[in-house]
């Protein structure tokens, strides 16, 4: 009998102490460790539930993998908040202050805060200066900030190639053409022209904004001397084509359109274009025939249904002028409806 009191007694008193540990709350370490599992595997959302409920979250360690999980979740301005104050709390180099200037830096700039992210995606250099993303995070915050000799140096690093060549200004230029820094953009075609007369795609692109700003003769002027150097370039022709068009000039525009079709028989505009040519020729059955053809590669563009439209128009198909024109106008209105 007493054997099995003796016995009973271990058996409770291991039951209470496993009870007791049951519920001993989670280490900080512990909720770190688990948390940073849940970023990893791509449930930033559980990892801030998870940290927002404990009673330490507004210690340093807590505060910073919250600021983490918000840039992982797509919160931007709460991580900026977060992490701001205490990332240079933590160990200076240590893994932990690196993603956090990291962190800071790619969320800063995502956020649009260019002036502010470039200190901080200029110290990740000491320590990713091969990472591209960060390098042309840190050469477009630069270009936005009008700082165009540091942008084309990081964009420069990212292509490899030599900073002041004509490649850097070419490259550096077609960026600042995304962001519509035309003003920009040209000054840098300048000088990659003037550092290498024959360097492709420079005089094609000075010629796409020349034609963009209506100086049609300039942009015919360009767009020749890009396709003297490099005449198997599809779109040079094509937007060879689209100043002729501009001018009214049909017979030039055609050969031109032509070419650019054989070069690349996969895209729309250059059909649309000879469509409307041979429309304005009159050459009804070869416009149909261009028409027809863009809309194949691009069902929804308007202006190949509403040409397509206009010329069952001038051959009396009533009803299938009526369904392009209709269709051009939905597709119009579908457009004004995304358009800001």
């Known amino acids: 009998m007493m054997k099995r009191c003796v016995i009973f007694s271990v058996l409770l008193c291991w039951l209470a102490t496993a009870a007791l540990a049951q519920e001993q709350p989670e280490t900080q370490a512990a909720a770190l460790a688990a948390a940073r599992a849940l970023i990893n595997e791509g449930n930033a959302k559980a990892a ?21 999980a918000h840039y992982h979740a797509g919160e931007l301005s709460r991580a900026i908040e977060l992490l701001t104050p205490v990332v ?21 700039y995502l956020a649009g805060h260019m002036a502010e992210a470039i200190p901080y995606l200029e110290k990740t250099r000491a320590w990713a200066g091969e990472n591209n993303e960060l390098t042309y995070a840190l050469g477009m915050a630069y270009i936005q900030t009008r700082q165009p000799a540091q942008g084309r140096a990081n964009l420069a690093r990212m292509f490899r190639v030599a900073p002041e060549s004509a490649a850097a200004h070419l490259v550096t230029a ?22 290498d007369p024959k360097l492709p795609q420079a005089h094609y692109l000075l010629g796409q ?12 002027s360009l767009l020749t001397q890009e396709l003297a150097l490099n005449p198997g370039n599809a779109m040079a022709y ?13 017979d030039e525009a055609i050969p031109a359109l032509q070419k650019s079709v054989w070069l690349n028989p996969y895209y729309s505009g250059p059909y649309i274009l000879l469509g409307k040519s041979y429309l304005k020729k009159k050459n009804f059955a070869t416009a149909e025939g ?6 194949q590669f691009d069902p929804n563009n308007k202006s190949a249904h509403y040409l397509l439209g206009q010329l069952y128009q001038q051959t009396g198909r009533a009803e299938d002028a009526k369904r392009e024109l209709a ?14």
């Open 48 to 68: 801030l539930a998870k940290l927002q409920a404990r009673p330490d979250a507004k210690e340093v360690p807590v505060t910073y993998l919250l600021g983490i």
């Open 88 to 108: 240079n709390q933590l160990p200076q180099d240590s893994a932990d202050w690196r993603e956090g200037v990291q962190t800071l830096g790619l969320a800063r």
């Open 174 to 195: 077609q960026m600042m053409i995304r962001l519509e820094f035309e003003e920009f953009a040209e000054a840098e075609l300048k000088q990659a022209i003037e550092k």
């Open 209 to 220: 904004m020349a034609i963009y700003r209506a100086r049609y003769d300039e942009g015919v």
């Open 238 to 250: 094509y937007k060879l084509g689209d100043a002729y068009t501009r001018q009214l000039k049909w």
């Open 290 to 295: 261009m028409l027809k053809r863009a809309i």
């Open 327 to 340: 269709l051009a106008e939905k597709l119009q209105n579908n457009l004004d409806k995304i358009e800001p």
